[in-house]
């Protein structure tokens, strides 16, 4: 054999090479990038996951009372215009609003548009305080001089939607985060003892698992959230919260656990390793372990909309998260009255941002899966 | 015949454990609440006026029994529970049964009539949709799978109730006409009932809907692609006995047993769909108990009564896939 050949041999195989060579991550990812809907979805979550971290800039006011209108309760949206029977301008602006009450609107204070006057978009206003990365800012990305702007209207105690939805983004992410979390590490100790030792110790723990998973989990969830005292601040609300949704989601994630651990711990490698001597720690760990962290991830982020979706029901119903923590579900409180079905529909767009919130996650999650799957290729 | 007996003898003893598991799991979570029944009905009876001591809440507890050991009052509570009783609740002092009554019933009824429907559109849907080569339809049923999930039952409740409102002005909620709300069941009632009972049994099943559709498609489209299938249709099967008659039978089996999981889906969302309706039956009637009174007693036995009928469906399915699947049965029969 000449070099000349292996040379050649060397450029042909360089593609092939790449491929074998790769890592476990680098494969995933170059599935996943040829997925179109998975990569929209993955560029939507990072858009709402920053828009999340960052919503005290990205929003004109603070989300609590501290930051409400009190002159526009239950408002209408105010929507920036470039162009109105005036004429046209570059800069984007809302009307004026004027407040009264007289003999003449029944001595109820009535707001009227006025569109004479016009209030310019302004950007990087100086506005409230707020705190981000342990600094503290007072920057907003846009707001006007003199008034308010409210995208998304205002709440029946005169609080930006708009703000205050996307404060609830990053309140939903986080408490998904930690119940995630929780859920995960309960999962990995249950689902792993079970799976690596089988036997007897896994007939009990399934059945334990399975007794768990028949329980319906939002109306249990609901007799535990319903005992938190009223006492409690809104963020030990919000750390309880976070914690019984990963208690309570975690036998699926165990289960899945524990068929991988049963189907690999019969593998060669795994035998080879513990005629090497190695104890079962360092088996689960350094073997076993890395065979599924992809598995895992995949399914972390296909149970973080159930969380979400958890958190958003029970908060609606008022058993989970109060004011002043503003997530999706407490945006959701009290629309159900006659009054906001008929005259303030603008309560319902938080909706919207849920349910995309929740579409790029499982777009993510279903590509992820796919592109985890090592057989995938082979398939087709 | 005897072994099949053998078969669901063990299949239900495996039920009874998993539901005396399940009642303790309850059992000790109400249990680890702060606060009892005890003291729970005096701090009612202190804000209607009464003065109550230290000696008051213990004579209370001696009443009710709660000085007893933690075990003993389970075995106890499972005890009576499985003869339906489970004692009074902690504020109302009612029977407990006298206040679930007929509500109970109403609302396993309506989830197990939102679990047909479920089926009932997902089965064929989801076969027509394995073997459709159109891309539309595809999508469009691959959309609709994934609101199940991005629209849960009580977002899509709150914008049929946003949208009857605005279109029609009537927010289509409750369960019966005013006028027959006490009504004694006869025809009238009936009739008013099943023209209000349609909502809450579509949007209860629309999560599962969702999700059946896809388990369907996915279960039918392995099974299509085998070679049994490409057998059959070598021998001149063609059509929708093709279909009936190979692969959908195949995959019948898988279905039938998440028909238990399905159901615990739609008990999930029950409490807030009938909160959202203003259905007045066991689901808000949870809501009631634990939110406005922290009743956990009320609360336990609703809980104990959804899990059970989970249980009770689960241990049906094990049953019927035994019959209809040979496999299964060959398997028991040895």
Redesign the interface.
């Known amino acids: 054999m000449s070099d000349t050949n292996i040379y050649d041999a060397a450029v042909d195989q360089s593609a092939k090479d790449a491929y074998f060579t790769a890592s476990q991550g680098q494969l995933i990812w170059t599935r996943f990038k040829k997925q179109k809907a998975a990569m929209v979805g993955a560029w939507v979550l990072v858009l709402l996951i920053l828009s999340g971290l960052f919503a005290p800039f990205l929003t004109p006011y603070d989300p609590t009372i501290a930051g409400r209108d009190k002159d526009y309760l239950n408002g209408a949206p105010t929507i920036p215009q470039f162009c109105d029977d005036n004429g046209c301008s570059l800069r984007p602006f809302i009307y004026g609003l004027e407040r009264e009450r007289s003999a003449a609107t029944n001595f109820r204070w009535v707001t009227t548009v006025n569109t004479e006057e016009r209030k310019y978009v302004q950007f990087f206003v100086e506005g409230s305080e707020y705190q981000m990365f342990f600094m503290t800012f007072d920057t907003h990305l846009f707001g006007i001089e003199d008034g308010f702007i409210h995208l998304f209207g205002t709440d029946s105690t005169g609080k930006d939607i708009f703000s205050r939805t996307f404060h609830a983004i990053n309140t939903s992410l986080a408490v998904g985060t930690i119940g995630v979390f929780i859920a995960f590490v309960l999962a990995l100790v249950i689902g792993g003892i079970s799976g690596f030792y089988g036997g007897w110790v896994d007939s009990i723990i399934q059945?334990?698992t399975?007794?768990?998973?028949?329980?319906?989990?939002?109306?249990?969830f609901?007799?535990?959230?319903?005992?938190i005292?009223d006492t409690w601040s809104a963020e030990e609300r919000f750390f309880f919260i976070s914690i019984i949704l990963g208690f309570i989601g975690w036998p699926t994630l165990a289960r899945r656990v524990r068929t991988h651990l049963l189907t690999e711990r019969n593998q060669e490698y795994v035998l080879a390793a513990q005629l090497c001597g190695a104890s079962s720690g360092h088996v689960i760990r350094k073997h076993l372990l890395p065979s599924f962290t992809s598995y895992i991830i995949v399914d972390l982020v296909i149970s973080f909309?159930y969380m979400v979706?958890s958190e958003t029901?029970l908060s609606?119903?008022?058993?989970g998260l109060k004011d002043p923590v503003n997530s999706l579900g407490v945006m959701?409180q009290n629309?159900?009255s006659?009054d906001v079905?008929?005259n303030y529909?603008w309560y319902?767009i938080p909706?919207i941002f849920?349910?995309i919130l929740?579409?790029a996650f499982?777009?993510v999650g279903d590509g992820l899966r796919d592109a985890a799957d090592p057989y995938g290729d082979s398939k087709k | 015949m005897v072994q099949f007996l053998r078969f669901a003898g063990i299949r239900a003893t495996l039920a009874f454990?998993?539901l005396c598991?399940?009642s303790f799991?309850?059992f000790s979570?109400?249990e680890l609440?702060?606060?009892d029944c005890a003291e729970r009905y005096l701090a009612f009876k202190n804000s209607q006026g009464a003065q109550i001591s230290i000696a008051d809440i213990e004579a209370e507890r001696v009443r009710l029994g709660l000085d007893r050991p933690f075990f003993e009052r389970w075995v106890k509570w499972i005890f009576n529970a499985f003869q339906g009783e489970f004692g009074d609740s902690c504020i109302l002092r009612l029977d407990i049964n006298q206040l679930l009554g007929q509500k109970v019933w109403l609302s396993i009824g309506i989830c197990l009539g939102s679990l047909l429907l479920a089926y009932a559109i997902a089965v064929p849907v989801g076969i027509i949709a394995a073997t459709s080569r159109n891309p539309f339809l595809n999508n469009g049923l691959r959309l609709v799978s994934?609101?199940g999930?991005?629209?849960?039952n009580?977002?899509l409740a709150?914008?049929i109730?946003?949208f009857s409102?605005?279109v029609f002005g009537n927010?289509l909620t409750g369960l019966f006409s005013p006028e027959y709300r006490d009504a004694p069941w006869d025809w009238p009632k009936i009739k008013d009932f099943l023209g209000h009972v349609w909502l809450p049994v579509f949007i209860l099943g629309w999560s599962a809907t969702a999700f059946a559709i896809q388990t369907v498609r996915a279960l039918m489209s392995d099974e299509i692609g085998k070679l049994y299938v490409t057998a059959a249709a070598a021998r001149g099967v063609a059509g929708r006995q093709l279909l009936m008659r190979y692969p959908a039978r195949h995959a019948l089996s898988p279905i039938v047993n998440s028909l238990?999981?399905d159901l615990?889906r739609i008990?999930?969302?029950?409490?807030?769909v009938a909160?959202?309706l203003t259905l007045t039956e066991a689901g808000s009637l949870?809501?009631e108990a634990?939110?406005r009174s922290?009743d956990?007693q009320l609360?336990?036995a609703?809980?104990f009564f959804?899990?059970g009928s989970?249980?009770a469906i689960?241990f049906i399915t094990d049953i019927v896939l035994a019959i209809v699947d040979p496999r299964i049965r060959r398997s028991i029969l040895g």
């Open positions: 059945m334990v399975d007794a768990v998973r028949t329980i319906p989990a939002i109306p249990l609901m007799a535990l959230a319903a005992f005292p909309p979706l029901a609606f119903i008022g058993l959701l629309v159900t006659a079905l008929l529909q319902f909706v849920f349910i929740v579409m499982v777009f | 454990i998993t598991l399940v799991i309850v979570l109400m609440v702060p606060g994934y609101l999930l991005a629209l849960p009580f977002l709150l914008m109730m946003l409102t605005m927010s238990g999981f615990n008990f999930n969302e029950l409490p807030i909160l959202i949870l809501i634990l939110a922290n956990q609360a336990g609703i809980i959804l899990t989970i249980i689960n």
